[in-house]
Nanobody, 115 residues
Framework: QVQLVESGGGLVQPGGSLRLSCAAS????????MGWYRQRPGKERELVAS???????NYADSVKGRFTISRDNAKNTVYLQMNSLKPEDTALYYC?????????WGQGTQVTVSS
């Protein structure tokens, strides 16, 4: 079965950086558009970035210019480099295909931006 395992979250001060990783198994990774999603406290889960190839990426307006999504198909891994973090980026971050598939959700990785 498909397994997506997120890692790299943590506590960071405003203005700091984190790099999230998502290791995928059980699917032909290179066939899929991959996305990073987040669920902020009291909010619906939202798509923040997606990638088909390095030359084909999309970002939510709230993260554009600060976050960078990338993938390594040889490692079945998708990354999210997050710079200039703000308190409003505090959320549980997940990866999934884009569009998402209900049975693919993992546990997520918590990112907390606070001084």
């Amino acid at each position: 079965q498909v397994q997506l395992v997120e890692s790299g979250g943590g506590l960071v001060q405003p203005g700091g950086s984190l790099r999230l990783s998502c290791a995928a198994s059980g699917l032909i990774f290179s066939f899929y558009t991959m996305g990073w999603y987040r669920q902020r406290p009291g909010k619906e889960r939202e798509l923040v970035a997606s990638i088909i190839t390095a030359d084909s990426t999309n970002y939510a307006d709230s993260v554009k210019g600060r976050f960078t999504i990338s993938r390594d198909n040889a490692k079945n891994t998708v990354y999210l480099q997050m710079n200039s973090l703000k308190p409003e980026d505090t959320a549980l971050y997940y990866c999934n295909t884009q569009p998402s598939r209900a049975t693919f959700w993992g546990q997520g990785t918590q990112v907390t931006v606070s001084s």
